[in-house]
């Protein structure tokens, strides 16, 4: 397929940029310095010419009055001087001749004309009595520039037009053999750039320009074949992403069943070792739900994500206080931070009142981001506040910090802090436990809600985790990213 040629109304628009009108115009530029220097040229030359034509015309007629002179006198001598001058100032450019003998006026013929040259010429003669003279002429004539100047236009005509019929040819064939592949080269990019692959450059040529068109057109069929074999890589994962989605879904299911069974059971069997005075029991039975419920936590976590992977996550806003959802936060995660022997602190900032938001996951936020503190924190202190503040777009929000003076994280790790089963470091899973999927969960779950969700860490003096949320939920999620 050969890409179409240029449109006039391209050329029209985009003639400043094109190589045509740039290479054209430089070859009409070197016509035209070359038809200059061809006119300088020519008119010394002609210059030159009629000079020396004037100056032969009059040494020659010199000479002949010389001659009429040694052998005639009186009337005699100026009847055939008229002659010859008549005869000059008939066929020469000469419009007036004065002649001089002995430095007097001796005769003259031809009209005065102002603003002309003179030639003047003088020589020895004697005469026919034997006596020594001397006869200057003085001949008058239009000036030289004035006479050329009719003969260089036709010499600027004969010698200019093919010179400049040569660089319209010349012009014209750079354009056929140079700057029209290029045109359609730029034309071809740029509906390359556009999306069509398809399009593909005429390859009749022998030269460079037919080697361009030959590796141009493998390049494209080799881009189209990549984005082939992408767009059926792409299928494949997205159709194993939607298999693994859909079974960790199932076997979340399946397995949360069992577990809230023996959750169930273990705390039955709990309440009748209390009852029966068999308090060696009670330790371990703790010890089962205590991992059970944290089994089910695992669980719902990996539930979660499937679903937003799956994009069949929903969002229930409630319009509630910011203050009692802080509140139930905080004295939930209470025996976690004082666990460790930390101190936990709670400040609600003025003007933060109600929020119209999806509950259950915000308190799933605060306490994903308050848990983790208290994990990586021992016998320091844990900061939890929020403040009026406003989003990027200007929104009305409210800002909640989590701020702790726990481990910290090291700068080249937090990059990847929010990114699916991955922790700080290896030894920090080994020491603390943990699965990774609290901070990924939390960041996707406030992009769902329109909020931000960052993080500040200095490794040995805390971290701190500011999450801004806008009083309003969108009606339309933020993508996940």
């Not at 009409?28 to 310095?33: E, H």
């Not at 000079?51 to 032969?56: A, T, V």
């Not at 040569?166 to 592949?181: E, Q, S």
């Not at 089962?288 to 936590?297: D, K, W």
């Amino acid at each position: 397929m050969t890409s179409p040629r240029p449109t006039t109304s391209d050329w029209r628009n985009n003639w400043r940029a094109s190589i045509a009108v740039k290479i054209s115009g430089t070859i009409m530029w070197l016509v035209v310095a070359v038809l200059f220097l061809v006119n300088i040229a020519v008119q010394w030359n002609v210059e030159q010419k009629v000079r020396e034509e004037l100056e032969k015309s009059a040494e020659h007629i010199i000479f002949e009055i010389n001659e009429i002179l040694e052998v005639a006198e009186g009337d005699d001598a100026i009847a055939r001087t008229r002659d010859v001058l008549q005869h000059l100032l008939a066929t020469e450019e000469y419009s007036r001749v004065e002649i001089f003998v002995d430095e007097r006026f001796w005769f003259g013929l031809g009209s005065e004309v102002a603003n002309q040259d003179m030639l003047s010429r003088s020589i020895r003669i004697i005469d026919a009595n034997a006596a020594t003279h001397v006869l200057r002429m003085d001949f008058y004539h239009p000036r030289v520039a004035d006479i050329v100047k009719s003969e260089r236009k036709w010499l600027l005509l004969v010698a200019g037009l093919p010179i400049f019929v040569m660089g319209l040819v010349l012009a014209g064939l750079v354009h056929v053999i140079v700057a029209r592949p290029i045109q359609e080269l730029v034309t071809a990019t740029r509906r390359v750039s556009e999306g069509e692959l398809e399009i593909r450059l005429a390859e009749n040529r022998q030269d460079e320009f037919g080697s361009l068109a030959t590796f141009f057109n493998q390049m494209l069929s080799r881009l189209q074949q990549n984005q082939r074999d992408l767009a059926a890589a792409l299928d494949q994962a997205e159709t194993a992403n939607r298999a693994k989605s859909a079974f960790l879904a199932n076997m979340s299911h399946e397995l949360r069943t069992p577990l809230n069974a023996i959750m169930g059971y273990s705390e039955m069997v709990e309440e009748e070792a209390q009852d029966a005075g068999h308090s060696q029991y009670i330790a371990d039975l703790k010890r089962i739900r205590s991992s059970g419920a944290y089994l089910l936590s695992l669980i719902n976590d990996i539930l979660d994500l499937s679903k937003i992977e799956a994009g069949k996550f929903e969002l229930y806003a409630e319009r509630f206080k910011v203050a009692t959802l802080m509140e139930d936060v905080m004295v939930t995660v209470k025996p976690l931070i004082e666990r460790n022997g930390n101190t936990g602190e709670m400040r609600i900032g003025r003007g933060v009142e109600m929020i119209y938001t999806d509950m259950t996951r915000l308190r799933q936020i605060l306490f994903n981001l308050l848990s983790n503190a208290a994990k990586f924190t021992h016998h320091g202190s844990i900061k939890f506040y929020a403040d009026r503040a406003l989003t990027s777009g200007g929104e009305p929000a409210v800002e909640f910090h989590v701020e702790d003076t726990g481990i910290g994280i090291a700068p080249e790790k937090l990059a990847h802090l929010f990114e699916d089963f991955t922790q700080a470091d290896v030894s920090t899973t080994r020491k603390y436990g943990g699965t990774g999927l609290g901070l990924s969960i939390s960041r996707r779950f406030a992009q769902l809600m329109g909020g931000t969700l960052i993080v500040e860490s200095e490794p040995g003096r805390g971290s701190k985790f500011t999450f801004v949320l806008p009083l309003t939920q969108p009606e339309v999620a933020t993508p996940i990213t």
